[in-house]
């Protein structure tokens, strides 16, 4: 399994150095745009509308746009101090509470922990501490260039962190349109929604559930790809050298043509001169 981050989990005086790793994976389909003509796939450019033009990596700053259009600018020495800064941290826990009173609103991610190199015996003896009492942490940690509030709980026999938000993360419920205060219901009303709770309760078991659409598309994936329903994006045409010595040769050719001096028209004599305009005049 992975390692995304080590660092050192402390209590007290116990410190715990772990390593960290994802415990979760999204398994959503990644469905790529094409081209409709060519079966491309379709490329995604960072452009400035000022300069009209493609900008690369090293011309982009990054900024917080504190009004519109109004930025401040935030130089990448800046940004890495203050996360080193913060990643030089131990991940500290600074309470411990018990789980039924952290709303699963607060929960984002989970990560699984595993104890470092001389870490076994105070990774035990902080999972058997937090089994026996019920409890689980409240801890801060840096993640990803950015400070996270975490719970540490244990799960399966295994020390878990799940990131979660912090409270002004979570959007006020007043803000919420159209929640009734309060519903009148009759008795039968109430008596029939417990019955049919009652009727459909039932252990929980996950290995129940699963995602009906990612498996549909799967299944649809696969029956194209079986009767050979499938496409093949068109490689970039590149000129050979062939084809870039005619080119030249026909630029060359119309720069000729343009370049080349008319011919002058051939001066008549005065004599011939008279008969002609004799001639046009019918004198």
């Known amino acids: 399994m992975h390692t995304m981050w080590k660092g050192t989990i402390s209590f007290g005086l116990v410190n715990i150095p772990v390593k960290m790793h994802a415990a979760t994976e999204n398994k959503d389909i990644q469905l790529r745009q094409l081209h409709k003509e060519c079966q491309s796939p379709i490329k995604y450019e960072r452009t400035c509308p000022v300069c009209e033009r493609p900008v690369k990596n090293e011309e982009i700053v990054k900024a917080y746009e504190y009004a519109k259009n109004k930025f401040v600018v935030l130089d990448e020495e800046e940004l890495e101090a203050l996360k080193q800064e913060q990643a030089d941290k ?48 409240i801890a801060k940690m840096m993640i990803r260039s950015k400070e996270q509030l975490a719970i540490i ?7 878990v962190v799940e990131t979660i938000h912090y409270p002004d993360e979570v959007r006020s419920v007043a803000d919420v349109p159209n929640v009734p205060k309060e519903v009148e219901a009759n008795s039968q009303e109430l008596d029939t929604a417990k019955m049919l709770i009652e009727q459909l309760t039932t252990a929980f078991d996950p290995t129940k559930y699963k995602d009906e659409y990612r498996h549909a598309l799967l299944d649809l994936i696969e029956q194209k790809k079986e009767q050979d329903q499938t496409a093949t994006a068109l490689d970039k ?3 050979d050298a062939a084809t870039n ?21 051939p001066q008549l004599s005065k004599q011939k001169e008279k008969k002609v305009k004799k001639k046009k005049t019918g004198t």
């Open 237 to 239: 045409p590149s000129p």
């Open 153 to 159: 709980r244990v799960y399966q026999d295994t020390l």
């Open 90 to 137: 131990a991940v500290e826990i600074v309470d411990f509470v018990q789980l039924a009173e952290v709303d699963p609103i607060y929960y984002e991610k989970s990560y699984f922990l595993s104890p470092n190199e001389g870490g076994a015996k105070a990774y035990g003896l902080l999972r058997k501490a937090l089994k026996e009492t019920e409890k689980i942490g």
């Open 245 to 265: 010595l005619m080119d030249a040769l026909q630029a060359s050719l119309e720069r000729a043509k343009q370049d080349k001096p008319k011919p002058k028209q």
